[in-house]
């Protein structure tokens, strides 16, 4: 009996005592060469034992003695196991690849599908990076009902939406970011934007949203807000996915619409408009006064009608497909495809106030109250095939922009400072329509084994068009609910025809990497090439209404159609060609870069990221004057330079969870297509926008200081300054014109801006505060920065200071998210939404000749969205958009050094109306 209890003593002590030996390693991404995937399962198998990695893919277990087996996973991924045997207090180290499974199971499908997008893995790849950079993927997109790339991005830190004009990075203008996709350089689709409107590219055919807020030598020198990298989607797994959508929005729907006569049909329903309105034939390919005969104008007259449908705007609807397969071949070779449509069209309408002042003055020039009634479409698709090989991948893309806008708009008050009569009445009938579409080739290849030498090279093709066919105005005085009394002549019926093509834009890029050993301090270098060759032509016509015999009428401004027709065959009225010389201009642009850039481990804290970019560029324009004759040779422009642009980036690693970052680059800032075309843009009021092809490229300097505290794999505290020196800033203004009537705006370089700022951003997980919060997170951002202008009164003599802010910067912006996950069973999983920004006033053009500038002011924007799993197959989103509903204002400064005579500033103002939305998708 004593031996007994001796002998079990002795055991438990010696189970007390024995030492564990430990196993430790990383699990690395097969399918992203090698990189760490935090977030995988590690277990013993046939033991209780188990564990995750970290986010650096890195994980630690605790064994007895003894023979097993190790099995590393990951949802989606071909699990591996390791056969190994321990003795006390050895320490061994096991680390293994895996990449994507075969297995096709739907419920394994959907979660490897976002596993790879999540925000717990964007947040690891951001923190991760030598450059300052943020990303939105797939998944976030979908949680807080993102439905387009424009509406993602605004959730990242510093970045603003404002109306129609895109969006602003860092309180800066859209002029100062710049468009990749897929790594290659992408045009715009109108002359009017930068880069393509964002709100046209639905988030099912996107993957992840990368801003890079810091310069690089691999991407464009076009850069001082952000460059904007979309990657499409490219699928690891088998899905197809149908859902459709309704929305209504407070004053925009069911409500009284007008709608151009030949948009009310099945065709206009669709958009496809823009072959009726184009040119008549009649008129030739260049100007040459022509006047249209009767026959002429009855043909052209047959599917394109001056009159107006008085309708009621139904509901808003879309409806998208998207189906994407895989298939895992021998070798570690797969195959995947995608195929993905969206569609969807919308009622719009906004009332309010549109005015001008005088030049010089302290009076109206314009005070008009308008009513816009706008109808718009938009189609994209995508077409995706991508090869991957051990070492081997191509990837083929093909995606279609489409969007239309068929519009009418009223306008009633005065012009032209006529205040004595202030019942002018104009109706706009406007058709705009843009195309784009881009197809893409990317390749990459690993020219060793072991990836220690690659390579990856691109090349696109893409074509655009921009128009506004027919675009015609009515003029005449208002007599009640449905008449006018107008006269034929002067500017009181005119069609204009704007076509902007760029049926030629080239974009190409060739990369190699070398990545050189881990016990080096020099890591990896990079020697690229990347450049673009495009050519935009404009052509901007005019034909008026001109009398035969000068006759006043009272007509039915909805009903006029059959007037024009009646005076035209009566011989009282004549459609004529008044364009003028300036009609038509060319603009081609190239730009060719190389590269270098230099990775750097000096010690395990830091990391360094050097380089320099050359690039040439080479603007040609091609235009002729008001004046000249139609068969002029063109004038030509042409403005050539070269510049080294370099980059440097630094990251400190504090610890594992703390970053301090540095950069500072040189860069440039290039206008738009409509700041450097010599186009006259003409409104319905008279108003006109001025494009001025003596524009000079900006020269930035920028500056950035970051520190970053990941507390977990879900959480982040970031803290920054900035600030960016730049010469010849581009900028709006105003203009004096000669007479009464018709506000100038053009764009000028000022001398030298100078800006800084700084940056918080907080996401955290809220069962710190209490654990009656354990399924809420928040999310933070702001920007705080102010700015300064040099002027050179001689230069620009109009101006009325010397120091100004600069034009279109806002000095702060708040952007909030507040997320509630929950479920009522294991199936029926939710996510609610709370989604608030806001930015401060700045200034939409700049002052002249003793006026104050124009001021957008602040527009704060409160969205609510609720996003449920129904069932295995079927998914629901409601929205609830813009729930304050504030006026949208533009006003005038109260620092005008003219007495002014009016008593409100106001020069625009209007509401967009309370949006409500129900998406439901099925999953087949």
Not at 446 to 473: L, N
Request: charged fraction near 20%; avoid cysteine; charge should be neutral.
């Amino acid at each position: 009996m004593k031996f007994s209890i001796t002998f079990l003593l002795l055991l438990i002590t010696t189970s007390i005592f024995a030492q564990n030996a430990t196993i430790s390693g990383f699990v690395l991404d097969k399918d992203l060469k090698d990189e760490p995937l935090p977030f995988a399962n590690v277990n013993i198998k046939g033991t209780s034992l188990y564990t995750t990695t970290d986010i650096n893919g890195a994980y630690s277990i605790d064994v007895p003695n003894g023979n097993y087996e190790i099995v590393f996973s990951f949802v989606g991924y071909e699990s591996k196991s390791v056969l190994f045997s321990v003795s006390d207090n050895e320490k061994k180290t096991i680390s293994q690849s895996i990449g994507s499974s075969s297995v096709t199971m739907d419920d394994v499908v959907i979660k490897a599908t976002t596993s790879r997008e999540k925000e717990t893995a964007l947040l690891l790849d951001q923190k991760k990076a030598v450059e300052i950079k943020q990303s939105i993927g797939a998944q976030e997109m979908s949680r807080k009902g993102i439905s387009t790339v424009e509406a993602g991005l605004t959730k990242i830190t510093g970045i603003s939406k404002v109306e129609s004009r895109g969006l602003f990075v860092r309180g800066l203008e859209e002029r100062y970011n710049n468009l990749l996709i897929n790594d290659l350089q992408a045009p715009s689709n109108s002359p009017f934007k930068k880069i393509i409107p964002l709100d046209l590219f639905p988030t099912d055919i996107v993957g992840v949203l990368n801003v890079y807020k810091t310069f690089n030598p691999n991407i464009s020198g076009d850069f001082a807000g952000a460059t904007i990298n979309i990657e499409t989607a490219q699928p690891r797994t088998s899905i197809t996915k149908l859902t459709t959508g309704f929305g209504y929005t407070t004053g925009n729907n069911n409500e009284d619409f007008l709608i151009s006569e030949d948009a009310n049909t099945t065709q206009g329903f669709l958009g496809f408009l823009g072959k009726d309105r184009k040119l008549s034939s009649a008129f030739g390919n260049v100007p040459s006064g022509v006047k249209m005969s009767t026959t002429q104008y009855e043909e052209s007259a047959k599917q394109n009608s001056w009159n107006t449908t008085k309708t009621t705007s139904p509901i808003n609807n879309s409806l998208s497909f998207l189906h994407a397969e895989k298939f895992s071949l021998n070798n570690e070779r797969s195959l995947n495809y995608i195929f993905s449509f969206n569609g969807d069209n919308k009622y719009q309408i906004r009332d309010g106030i549109a005015r001008t002042f005088n030049q010089g003055q302290g009076n109206y020039d314009n005070n008009l109250r308008f009513t816009n009634y706008n109808y718009a479409t938009s189609f994209s698709g995508l077409v995706g095939l991508r090869y991957k090989s051990k070492r081997f991948g191509i990837a083929l893309n093909s995606f279609l922009l489409r969007s239309t806008s068929s519009m009418i708009e009223d306008q009633l008050g005065y012009t032209n400072s006529l205040s004595t009569n202030p019942n002018i009445l104009i109706r706009g009938n406007q058709f705009e329509e843009s195309k784009y579409w881009n197809n893409q080739v990317l390749v990459n290849y690993d020219i060793t084994e072991d990836g220690k030498h690659s390579a990856k090279g691109g090349f696109s093709y893409v074509k655009t068009a921009f128009g506004q066919p027919d675009r015609k105005f009515i003029t005449g005085e208002k007599i009640n609910e449905t008449d006018i009394k107008t006269t034929y002549g002067g500017n009181n019926l005119i069609r204009q025809f704007l076509d902007v093509s760029g049926d030629r834009y080239f974009s190409s890029m060739l990369e190699y990497n070398l990545k050189l050993k881990e016990n080096e301090k020099l890591k990896k270098i990079s020697i690229g090439y990347n450049g673009f060759n495009n050519e935009e032509i404009s052509s901007y016509r005019f034909v008026f209404g001109k009398p035969i015999i000068a006759t006043s009428y009272v007509v039915n401004i909805s009903e006029i159609n059959s007037n024009i027709a009646t005076d035209v065959n009566s011989g009282l009225l004549k459609f004529t060609e008044e364009s003028t010389g300036d009609y038509k201009s060319k603009l081609h642009q190239t730009v060719n870069a190389g590269y270098a850039n230099v990775f750097f481990n000096f010690t395990d804290k830091w990391e360094i990221n050097g380089g320099a970019r050359v690039e040439s560029s080479i603007r040609e324009i091609k235009y002729r004057d008001i004046g000249d004759s139609f068969t002029d040779k063109y004038r030509k422009l042409t403005k050539e330079k070269l510049d080294i642009l370099p980059s440097l980036n630094i990251k400190y690693l504090l610890n594992e969870k703390k970053n301090i970052r540095f950069a500072s680059s040189k860069t440039i800032t290039k206008p738009t297509s409509i700041e450097v075309l010599p186009i006259q843009y003409v409104n319905p009021d008279g108003t006109v926008e001025l494009g001025n092809p003596n524009l000079e490229n900006s020269d930035n300097l920028n500056f950035d200081l970051k520190y970053e505290l990941f507390p977990n794999s879900k959480e982040m505290i970031a803290l920054g300054v900035f600030g960016k020196q730049i010469t010849n800033p581009i900028e709006r203004v105003f203009i004096p014109t000669a007479s009464s009537g018709g506000q100038i705006t053009t764009y000028q370089n000022s001398k030298q801006a100078t800006l800084f700022g700084a940056e918080l951003e907080i996401l955290l997980q809220l069962n710190k505060i209490s654990s009656l919060l354990n399924d809420f997170s928040w999310g933070f951002n702001t920007s705080l920065m102010k700015t300064n202008v040099a002027v050179d009164l001689i230069k620009n003599p109009l101006e009325n200071n010397s120091k100004r802010d600069l034009q279109g910067a806002s000095n702060w912006l708040i952007n909030s998210d507040l997320k509630y996950d929950f479920q009522f069973n294991e199936d029926m999983k939710n996510t609610i939404s709370v989604v608030y920004g806001i930015s401060g006033k700045r200034i939409y053009a700049v002052g002249t000749a003793g006026l104050d500038h124009i001021y957008e002011k602040p527009f704060s924007k409160l969205d609510f969205v609720w996003s449920s799993k129904l069932s295995k197959n079927i998914e629901a989103k409601l929205s609830v958009d813009n729930i304050l509903n504030p006026y949208f204002k533009r006003e005038l400064g109260n620092e005008s050094k003219v007495n002014i005579t009016e008593s409100d500033l106001v020069l625009k103002q209007y509401k967009k109306g309370t949006g409500f939305s129900l998406n439901i998708g099925y999953t087949f």
